[in-house]
Every structure is written in structure tokens, then in C-alpha cells.
């Protein structure tokens, strides 16, 4: 059984880590990406975080698998080359700030009078139009914008960001959503579309029911900790050895059952825990109670209980906890990215398994422009990619030398 | 031009968020999505947060737009119709807990039997399979197993979760990916795929920069509040009339445009800030700078700078700025979820613009089984459908009497 995207070509224009993240979510499903580099670095993230051997860390979390290319698109020569190179792609996906392309003179429109089949997706902060169109945005300033900082942190602490980048990380999601949305419309109608997703709009659909619940009752959500509004005991609870866990018990049933996990049946006949209403408007009187009761046991006792009446519960796992999680190494959760110069770095996985599709364990990473010649001859013929990207190439290699 | 998914049907037995946000990726785009709820109740989010007249703004949040069935699956009658439906169905997708639907005795291999093109997706906290299938997962309880908590709150705090549901959330973009990559595979071949989308592993692919340094450094990343660890100045900075801005300064252009945009030409000679390495390493003494210069200017002034020269940052929204953010306007990111009794609720849009489809102002939101008997004639016939779900219909009305 073939990969469900065997025979899909994307070009890709992304860097950073939204649209990259993107087209990685299709090339482990056996898209062809092509990721077009402007040399001589390339996506800067080449550069970034751990260096081995002049190769990054940071670019093979999110670009191993894809193939690279070499291409300066202010150069008419290799613009033109570009273009040639969409009669024969499904979508092409870039991340620059809106406008760039346009500086290219690249528009969905001249793209689709080339292959009216092309997918054309643009992921920004902001999206493609309106006041904001025009301003740069990273994972950090995003997530300031949409209102997620004023609900993270400590109570009566200040807005906080979460440590993982979600805006970067959900606008690529939502990006390769919309190509996919149009590759499916593509495969029926004949005709692509002009994809726009947006990271700060990514997010407010993640902040939904606290979004919704704003717009009807105006009251302003503040950091919570760990809590969360609408239930109660949900949050991080401290055994006897020092071990936090948390938790999350919110219906009566789930109530009941933990309850009797830690034999506390007066917790029953206690009106104020009557319901999840109640529970949440009590919350510090169930906390004090859950406190009391889990600073008699140690966590491996906590844990048992908990198992023993499918309590909803989670460790809070650090990185060390993460490497040894028995359930990331039945399912695999990292695999090998490798460099040609036999550079490794071990790197998280796909979140998805589909039938039919073995995940590798070593997935080929590039360096910058490795696939140029080969890519470029298939629309240029072998003689003149050398000649229009060898010097481009050569170019590249010079500012590598410094990179270490 | 129509919808791009127009005349796809997902059958969809999710319920609370994860499932939910795959399905409302679609059916904003023309997939006809049908709800398939468990009598009487259905959905528990339809009792959820602010109720008025017995209808939810938790449920609408990310199920306007949607049908809505009542089945009971432990009825075989009602079984043999679900099975009936798939056969003109495109994709089934499931949240339960893993091994649920086989308690109904639905299996991949018994859809397929009867319909080889479908697509079945579930999404779970930690994957269909290995030590950890079985265990029930919340949003929080996911966040605290991932990692991600252990990385975010203050410096020297306790891990802290990020106040959105990144877990429900990516795990439900995930799993939408993985359905579109099934549909699109069977628009080629005919044939379906089995998808299995793990929310633990959504918020690991999201923390691939940092845990790729983990594991090949060993250096255990801890909270370290509004900061980015690669570089300086990363984080929120309080102005003069105490309205914090949220910077994103790395590159070495940005820090001299930054550096420009406040005349500080003394930070360029500064040999401890001439690298981005360098300006991370001695990011006490940058933050310091930051720190002296914004407390000269207030906010509007120091934005007015920060834009000038193109600098990267952020406004620290709360709801309220939210609500009047001129891009989230210029977007319509906003829209309202109608019941039929009248009853509205202002929702986030989708984060998604796709040329040819017009997103509309009210999405039509159902009340639990509203489109039972119409969906259920289609393959029943009417007199069944009415035989059968009249009475299913009539405990659900009566339960729903006591939903105020």
C-alpha cells in the first residue's frame, strides 16, 4: 500500500516553524515537498539552536523529509523557472509577511492562468488583508494579540505565554487544513484555491467557549493557574512525597468515583459538591479537601487510586519524564533526523498513524539546496540548471564554511 | 462557485472539544456533518456554561453549522441504521476512549467491509494503541503528561498549563488533517484509511524545537515566564503609563532597527549584544536596557517607534481588547451560532479564508436530534425512522425539560 500522497507535490516556500510545519504534516504522508531556499543561508532556522557540524537542530524538527532547492526569486531567470516548476505542483505554501510574494510578482492569479489545478496557501499572523495584514508577527507577539497571555499564568499574576508555540504551531495546522481543503476540491473540480489562514484567528478558535462565554456575559477571564473556571477539582494537587498530579473531575460520575477512589463518602452528602455548579462555585473548599486527602499518600498510592477508578488524572512530566514515557516509546513518539554528512538529531514524530503507512524511523534531512540541480533539470534541462545554479550553489557552499 | 467540500458527509459521533473542532474544520466548508448523539442528553457541552432557554454556548462554540442525530448504539436496531448511513458516508469520526466504538462492535475492518472508501478517524489522549490507550484524557490532564506545562509559568514557578485547550485543540486539527489526507487518498483509489490522532503526540510535535535540544543536550528546560530562551529581548516590557508590550526582537536587522527606532546607537558597539547568541546569553543586561528605555515613553509612543521601524511586537490583549481588535472586526473573525429557538451566541469564525466561500454571519445550530427523523428516512424510509426514533425523540424532550 502506497503513502496516501504519493504523487502530490508541494512547493514550499516556507521558514520559521508555522508553514513549515505545515507541509511536514503532508510530506510524512508521502507529499513531495520541495522547499525553496533563498541563498545563500536559506530558512534562517539552519542556523538556529544546536549546530553539529555546520548542520541545525532547529531546521530538521520540522523539515526533515522535504527536499530542498536553491532559488533566488528577484533573479528573472530563476523566477521563470519557478513558475515552470507550478505546471507541475499541486500547491505551493509560503509564510512571508503578505506582500513578499507579491514583491516576487507572484500572485494566486497569475498561478492559476499557469495551473488552474494550484493550491496557494498563505499562513500569516494576521492574515492576508485588513490592518494587521501588513505587520511581521512571531509565535510570541501572536500570542500576545489573541488574548491567550490573559488567560495563562499564575492567579493575580500577569499574562503569561505558554512555553510551546502555539500560535506558530496551530496557524501551520490550520494551513495545511485549507491545502488540503483544496487539493480535495482540486481532485474533483479541476480547480484549485486561494488559501489565507491565520495564526491569530487560529487562536481565538482555540480560546472558543472562553471567547463565547466573554461575548455573552462580559466578564473578563484572568490568569487561573491551573484551574479551570468551569469545574472543580481541576488543577495540580500535591501528594505526601512531593509529587504534583493533576487533575481533572468534573461530571457527578467522575465525582462520585474519586469520592470512593480515597474513601471520602461524606463528600456525597455535602450539598455544596452536589453538582458541577456547586463544585465550581465551592472550588476552594473541594481544593482544601483534595489537598487534605492526597497529602496523606504518596503519589505511587494517589496513582493507584486514581487507576483503580479511572480517575481522570495526568503526571506533569518534565523533558526527562518525556524521553522515558512508556507510552511515547510503545508508539514511537520521536525518530532520527539525518543529515548526508551522518549528523543525527532525534526529533518528535508525526502525531497522526494512518493504515497502510510505516513511519520511518530515519528520516533524510537536506542541506540547504541539496536537491537544486536535480529539481531544476527536470524544467531547465541538466545543462542549464548548471549553468543558471551552479555559481548559486557555489555561492551557498562559500557561506556555509562559516557556519558551524 | 461552490464549497470546496460540498457533498462530503462525515458521520461524526464526537462530543466535548477535540472531535468537535475536526468536524467544524469541515463543515464550515461545505461537508455535510452529522452529529450522531446518545439519547438523551447527547453531547454533554450541550448542558455546558451559559445556558439560555435550554440551549448552550459551549455546545455552539464548535458545533454550529452541524446535524444533529440521536442514536443509541447499544440498540441494535438503531446500530444497523449507523451502519445503513456509512455506506453514504466519506469519513466517521470518533473522541471516545479507545475502545468504545468496539463495545458498539464498530471496527475499521467492519466499515470498510461496507464501505471501502470510508474514512475512520478517532482521536484520543494518547493514541489507539500501547500502555496508555485505555486511560481517559482531558484537555488539562493531557497538557501535564505532554510536557508543555513543565515549560510554561513564571521563572522558578510550578509548571503551569496554558489557559487555552492546546491539547483538545491541536489533537482535533490533527485528527481534521489526517481526514482530509484519508478523503483525498480515496478520491484516488477508491479506497479509505483507518487514522489515529494522538493528542499527547499533537502537543509534543509542538514543543519540536525545545525537546530536539533536550535530547541531544540533556539541559532540562524549566518555566521561564514570557521569554524565549535563543534569544533577547523576548518578553513583555512595561512602559511608562504601565501598559506592557510583548517584544520579539532576534534576528541582528531587527535588533538594530530596534535600536534605531529608541536612539540607542550604543547598543550596536556593545560587543555582549552584537550576536543573538550574545544577546541571549547576556539577556539580563538587555532586558535592563529595554526595561530603562520603555519607562521613558508611554505605550502609544512606544508603538508609534516600534512601527516606524517595522519592529516585531505585540499588544497583551485581554477579552475586552479582543472584542474591539481592529483586524479581529476587519475579519468578521467573529460570527453567531442560532438555535432555532432564537437564542444566539456570538462564537470565534473559522481561522481560515478560501477563495469562492463566503463565510456566513449565523450559522443554524441544532438542538440535540434535530434532524433525526429527516436524516434517519433516507435510509429507513419515514415510517420506520418514525417508528423507531419517535420514542428516542420523546425522552429527549423530556429530559431536556429540566435544561434551563
Excluded at 455544596?272 to 455548579?277: P, V
Aim: glycine share 8%; hydrophobic share 35%.
Amino acid at each position: 500500500m502506497s503513502k496516501p500522497l504519493e504523487g502530490i507535490r508541494i512547493l514550499d516556500f516556507t521558514q520559521f516553524m508555522s508553514g513549515p510545519i505545515c507541509t511536514l504534516m503532508l510530506s510524512d504522508f508521502g507529499a513531495e515537498v520541495i522547499k525553496l531556499e533563498n541563498p545563500p543561508i536559506g530558512d534562517t532556522t539552519r542556523t538556529g539552536n544546536i549546530l553539529d557540524q555546520g548542520v541545525s537542530s532547529h531546521y530538521a524538527t520540522r523539515n526533515r523529509g522535504k527536499k530542498s532547492v536553491a532559488i533566488n526569486m528577484k533573479d528573472p531567470e530563476q523566477r521563470d523557472l519557478f513558475l515552470e516548476l507550478v505546471k507541475t505542483a499541486d500547491a505551493v505554501v509560503e509564510n512571508f509577511k503578505p506582500g513578499t510574494m507579491e514583491k516576487f510578482g507572484i500572485t494566486y492569479e497569475l498561478l492559476e492562468s499557469i495551473n488552474p489545478r494550484i493550491v496557494y496557501t498563505s499562513i500569516s499572523g494576521y492574515g492576508q488583508e485588513g490592518p494587521y495584514a501588513g505587520k511581521a508577527a512571531y509565535d510570541a507577539t501572536v500570542q500576545a494579540e489573541s488574548g491567550i497571555m490573559s488567560i495563562t499564568g499564575e492567579e493575580g499574576g500577569r499574562p503569561t505565554k505558554c512555553g510551546g508555540s502555539i500560535a506558530d504551531y496551530s496557524g501551520g495546522l490550520v494551513g495545511c487544513i485549507g491545502t488540503l481543503i483544496g487539493i480535495v476540491d482540486a481532485q474533483r473540480t479541476g480547480h484549485g484555491r486561494r488559501i489565507d489562514a491565520s495564526m491569530m484567528d487560529a487562536l481565538l478558535l482555540c480560546q472558543e467557549n472562553m471567547l463565547s462565554m466573554y461575548m455573552r456575559n462580559g466578564k473578563l477571564p484572568k490568569p487561573s493557574g491551573n484551574r479551570y473556571p468551569a469545574a472543580s477539582p481541576i488543577g495540580d494537587f500535591m501528594c505526601k512525597d512531593g509529587v504534583p498530579i493533576m487533575l481533572n473531575i468534573s461530571t457527578n460520575a467522575q465525582w462520585k468515583a474519586f469520592a470512593e477512589a480515597f474513601d471520602q463518602p461524606q463528600w456525597l452528602e455535602n450539598p455544596d459538591f452536589d453538582s458541577m455548579k456547586n463544585r465550581a462555585d465551592h472550588f476552594r473548599e473541594v481544593e482544601a479537601e483534595v489537598n487534605r486527602v492526597f497529602a496523606m499518600y504518596d503519589s505511587e498510592e494517589v496513582v493507584r487510586r486514581l487507576e483503580e477508578k479511572k480517575s481522570i488524572f495526568g503526571r506533569i512530566n518534565n523533558y526527562e519524564a518525556i524521553k522515558n514515557h512508556p507510552q511515547v516509546k510503545f508508539r514511537k513518539s520521536f525518530v532520527e533526523a539525518e543529515y548526508d554528512n551522518g549528523v543525527k538529531f532525534t526529533v518528535p514524530g508525526n502525531p497522526l498513524r494512518i493504515s497502510g503507512v510505516e513511519h520511518e524511523d530515519v528520516y533524510r534531512t537536506t542541506t540547504m539546496g541539496q536537491n537544486t540541480i536535480e529539481i531544476m533539470s527536470e524544467v531547465a534541462g541538466e545543462a542549464e540548471a548548471h549553468r543558471i545554479f551552479d555559481p548559486v550553489m557555489a555561492r551557498v557552499k562559500e557561506a556555509y564554511a562559516n557556519v558551524h
